[in-house]
């Protein structure tokens, strides 16, 4: 069965500092999913990556993909307080299936 | 504009009870889903209709039953609620994005979620 680990589950840092967010997969997949949810709310989708390489930013966020280590990895750059959120990457379990599995998700906290 | 919308937003409800949370999207998506989140946070698929066929089932009890009238509307029925049914339910559809070179992706896009208590 497809597992989708992320790490850290929990994330507490300071304003104006880097970290990275990693996301685990057991499968060959090389589309990977990208969500944020805020606190209440619903999941907002932030990237799509659908290649060996890919790199994607959005403001202090840049995604990349690594299929052949099954990686994906979510880089926040000087982190501020509105970033705080709940960050889940998800994977098609097979191409074309439409059953997508959700990472554990990483909780970030930003402190002021 | 909403792109995908579900009600109630709330739902509070006594065990034993039949409840019914709908769902619908005006995005023209073919595919519709079911996601139940739990407490901790962990998002599960229940759920997933294409072109209003199931084509994904996951192991969830009877009690659960989706319906899908038409390719914008997915309707989750819950019979005889139990307390481990208390979780937040996202609706959520996708349409097939094809990229030159024939290989394609399917971004997702969410409802609002239900909050559903059973006391």
């Known amino acids: 069965e497809l597992k989708v680990e992320q790490n850290p589950l929990f994330l507490s840092m300071q304003e104006g500092k880097n970290y990275t967010i990693y996301c685990n997969y057991s499968?060959?997949?090389?589309?990977l999913y990208w969500y944020r949810q805020d606190p209440g709310k619903s999941l907002e989708s932030l990237f799509v990556?659908?290649?060996?390489?890919a790199v994607k930013q959005e403001g202090r966020l840049m995604a990349s993909l690594d299929t052949k280590a099954r990686l994906s990895t979510l880089h926040i750059t000087a982190a501020v307080h509105d970033l705080s959120a709940t960050y889940f990457c998800?994977?098609?379990?097979?191409?074309?299936?439409?059953?997508?599995?959700f990472g554990t998700g990483t909780r970030l906290k930003v402190l002021a | 504009d909403t792109a995908v919308s579900q009600t109630p937003k709330y739902l509070v409800t006594q065990m034993g009870n039949d409840k019914s949370i709908k769902c619908e999207q005006n995005?023209?998506?073919?595919?519709m889903y079911w996601y139940k989140q739990d407490s901790k946070k962990f998002l599960k698929i229940m759920f997933s209709?294409?072109?209003?066929?199931?084509?994904i089932n996951e192991t969830v009890p009877n009690r659960f039953s989706p319906k899908s009238p038409d390719k914008a509307h997915l309707n989750l029925h819950i019979n005889s609620l139990e307390l481990g049914d208390s979780a937040v339910y996202f609706c959520?559809?996708?349409?097939?994005?094809?990229?030159?070179?024939?290989?394609?992706?399917?971004?997702?896009?969410f409802g609002p979620g239900t909050r559903l208590t059973v006391l």
């Open positions: 499968t060959t997949s090389d589309r």
């Open positions: 990556l659908l290649s060996n390489g």
């Open positions: 959520a559809s996708s349409q097939v994005s094809w990229l030159a070179g024939g290989s394609s992706y399917n971004e997702q896009f």
């Open positions: 995005l023209g998506h073919d595919t």
């Open positions: 998800a994977v098609d379990e097979t191409p074309g299936t439409y059953k997508y599995i």
């Open positions: 209709y294409n072109n209003k066929e199931l084509i």
